[in-house]
């Protein structure tokens, strides 16, 4: 039977409708491809494990032929391209489930393809974001948030900027058009700022009750 497990969601990647006057700028989700080169770093791993081949048959072919030297440590290929899929496999699952969404109020992210978690950054809580973009568009931007929050690296993790430990910052990862989307985030987040902040406090109903007048008798 067919399901989807975000079949509740009112809109997708949201946990709720959005409040009135809250509206969409944008939706993405990383590039699998991307994600896998830049957080996975399968390229590099590739690269390892050709480089162990390499040197196991040049070590190989002192005591054999170059032709069973480079059978016998075809191994190491062998076992570079699964390891290079499992990467990819992950990479596209951590995508597949990530949902960004940009609003003129704030920035959500729904992540995670375990466990999966919706967090929530309204411009006011975010000090600074910071852009890296790729040759081929793609991009990561990231977060500073403000305060004391922290955040857990491997809850967030491929979701966040790397090596960023002590303060970690969610980040939108590996997304195309990633330079168009920062302008899209700056300006919104600039808009925002230039509201009005309102504030709205209840008074304790006993207090209420004092200081309403009495009817006569």
């Known amino acids: 039977m067919d399901h989807d497990d975000f079949d509740q969601e009112p809109i997708r990647g949201l946990p709720e409708m959005l409040p009135p006057g809250e509206e969409i700028l944008w939706q993405g989700a990383p590039d699998w491809w991307a994600l896998a080169k830049e957080s996975l770093c399968v390229k590099w791993v590739a690269g390892y494990f050709v480089l162990l081949f390499g040197w196991r048959s040049v070590v190989a072919a002192a005591d054999l032929s170059w032709g069973a030297a480079l059978a016998q440590s075809s191994f190491y290929l062998i076992l570079g391209a699964v390891t290079c899929a ?100 700056a300006d919104a987040a600039q808009a925002e700022s230039n509201l009005p902040r309102v504030t709205t406090e209840t008074m304790p109903e006993r207090a209420a009750g004092a200081a309403m007048p009495m009817p006569a008798e």
């Open 86 to 185: 499992l990467l990819v496999a992950i990479a596209w699952c951590q995508a597949k489930t990530a949902i960004y969404t940009v609003t003129n109020r704030r920035v959500i992210m729904r992540i995670g393809a375990a466990l999966t978690m919706t967090l929530q950054f309204p411009f006011h809580w975010v000090g600074a974001a910071d852009l890296v973009t790729r040759d081929d568009g793609t991009g990561t931007i990231a977060l500073r948030t403000l305060g004391d929050t922290r955040f857990s690296y491997l809850m967030l993790w491929p979701h966040l900027r790397p090596w960023r430990f002590a303060k970690t910052q969610p980040a939108l990862r590996a997304i195309p058009e990633a330079a168009k989307v920062a302008r899209l985030v």
